[in-house]
């Protein structure tokens, strides 16, 4: 069964900074393409960062560019988002979600970052 | 970027009856590839979104088959047969014809009247 599990979210102030993980497992994590989407409070959904299965091509949402830096770890099944310069419009609950076949099949369960003074 | 747009944003609906819910890229999803990436998402109150149906049609594993997905081009829907207290929550609709990014519509919430 897949599994992602997320953590490190918390409260930090602006200007600061984060560092997200997604612990993978029931699958070869090596094979596939992963993603962080995220969620701000009553709000839809929005995507990220992208990286490919050998971390070939990364990809930032132009909201993030510059401030966030997405990585892996194939061999520890695990996946990162390094957050830097956090804004109050970062705040959201931040997933990572597998990619396959253009779409998002698997997602964890989501960990909150909240950037506040 | 693709923009998505679904409709209704909320849709109050009676249990064992059927509920619609539209979606409408601003381009033609159709990719180069002949296949069509428009996928729906179900998250329900505090949970994560769980896909649901993918190239149009496609339900995903242990999806109930009173869910389907239909549509070409540029409009789709999602459509269960009788809805369920389950089924309660938002429903995203997604392309991932056009990366990066893959855009969701703004969501629609479905509730039980």
């Known amino acids: 069964e897949v599994h992602l599990v997320e953590s490190g979210g918390g409260l930090v102030q602006p200007g600061g900074s984060l560092r997200l993980s997604c612990a993978a497992s029931?699958?070869?994590?090596?094979?596939?393409?992963m993603n962080w989407v995220r969620q701000a409070p009553g709000k839809g959904l929005e995507w990220v960062s992208y990286i490919s299965s050998s971390s070939s091509t990364i990809y930032y949402a132009d909201s993030v560019k510059g401030r966030f830096t997405i990585s892996r770890d194939n061999a520890k099944s695990s996946l990162y988002l390094q957050m830097n310069t956090l804004r109050a419009e970062d705040t959201a609950v931040y997933y990572c979600?597998?990619?396959?076949?253009?779409?998002?099949?698997?997602w964890g369960q989501g960990t909150l970052v909240t950037v506040s003074s | 970027d693709i923009v998505m747009t679904q409709t209704p944003l909320s849709s109050p609906v009676t249990l064992g009856q059927p509920a619609s819910i539209s979606c409408r890229s601003s381009?033609?999803?159709?990719?180069?590839?002949?296949?069509?990436?428009l996928s729906w998402l179900q998250q329900r109150p505090g949970q994560p979104p769980r896909l649901l149906i993918y190239?149009?049609?496609n339900r995903f594993s242990g999806v109930p088959d009173r869910f389907s997905g239909s549509g070409a081009g540029t409009d789709f829907t999602l459509k269960i047969s009788r809805v369920e207290a389950e089924d309660v929550g938002v429903y995203y609709c997604m392309q991932g014809t056009q990366f990066p990014p893959y855009t969701f519509g703004q969501g629609t919430k479905l509730e039980i009247k």
């Open positions: 190239k149009i049609s």
């Open positions: 979600a597998r990619g396959s076949a253009r779409t998002y099949d698997y």
């Open positions: 381009q033609s999803l159709v990719h180069s590839d002949g296949n069509t990436y």
């Open positions: 029931g699958f070869t994590f090596s094979s596939y393409s």
